[in-house]
């Protein structure tokens, strides 16, 4: 198993400009989360999913736009890039009765 | 609202010594669940252990144990042993159950001194 991989791991973006981070895994997992992650910040919560087709705002969803139509995968979209959302960006997964979130190694993302 | 606080942002360990990390939540919830998460340099989060609430009994894996009170709202992580290898950010976070919320901790820096 792979388990939670994310695509890019680095990204270099103007202000302005749009782009989309995909989150994929293969454990069959129900919920999915997307996580920035700031100097001094901790991990804050963009975006989560607990199932295909459903999406929920977390603590920071200003900015950022997310989908899920199949069950492995978790996209999480910047419309407009602003360099206010440079950080690295998680994405992690987890199954129903089991809270232990399984993570993405990080996209590294820096709005110019 | 939750909140989850680490007031340590770095902290050192000689090797084979044991450090205690600290961490303080918030919460007006009964039924929740705590966990630490090690960061290395290589950015990967790792589960390093979990607590329920609802368990009295601490938690141990191997080398990593914490102390949960309860009434107080702390979890620490006592690492013994400390390895090279535990040289990592450590973050604390609680779930409230049923909310799919995971409220994360500011991260405290380990440093493993040779």
């Known amino acids: 198993n792979a388990g939670v991989t994310q695509t890019p791991k680095f990204r270099v973006l103007k202000t302005g400009q749009s782009m989309t981070l995909l989150c994929a895994q293969d454990?069959?997992?129900?919920?999915m989360y997307w996580y920035r992650q700031d100097p001094g910040m901790g991990l804050r919560l963009i975006h989560y999913?607990?199932?295909?087709?459903?999406?929920a705002k977390g603590e920071v969803p200003d900015g950022y736009n997310v989908s899920r139509l199949k069950k492995q995968n978790f996209l999480l979209g910047l419309e407009s890039a602003a360099p206010s959302q440079t950080s690295v960006y998680f994405c992690?997964?987890?199954?129903?009765?089991?809270?232990?979130?399984?993570f993405g190694p990080g996209t590294r993302l820096t709005v110019t | 609202a939750q909140t989850v606080t680490q007031s340590q942002p770095e902290m050192s360990v000689q090797e084979a010594e044991t450090v205690t990390l600290s961490c303080t939540y918030d919460?007006?919830?009964?039924?929740?669940?705590l966990f630490w998460y090690k960061q290395p340099p290589s950015r990967q989060m790792i589960l390093v252990i979990r607590?329920?609430?609802?368990?009295?009994q601490n938690a141990t894996e191997n080398r990593f144990s914490v102390n949960f009170q309860k009434a107080a709202k702390s979890f620490s992580l006592k690492i013994s042993d400390s390895q090279l290898g535990d040289a990592a950010m450590y973050f604390c976070?609680?779930?409230?159950?049923?909310?799919?919320?995971?409220?994360f901790g500011t991260g405290t820096r380990l440093k493993v001194l040779a």
């Open positions: 992690a997964s987890s199954y129903f009765g089991n809270y232990e979130q399984y």
């Open positions: 454990m069959n997992h129900e919920y």
């Open positions: 999913s607990v199932g295909e087709g459903t999406t």
């Open positions: 919460t007006s919830e009964s039924d929740y669940y």
């Open positions: 607590q329920e609430a609802y368990k009295q």
């Open positions: 976070a609680c779930l409230i159950s049923g909310t799919y919320k995971y409220i």
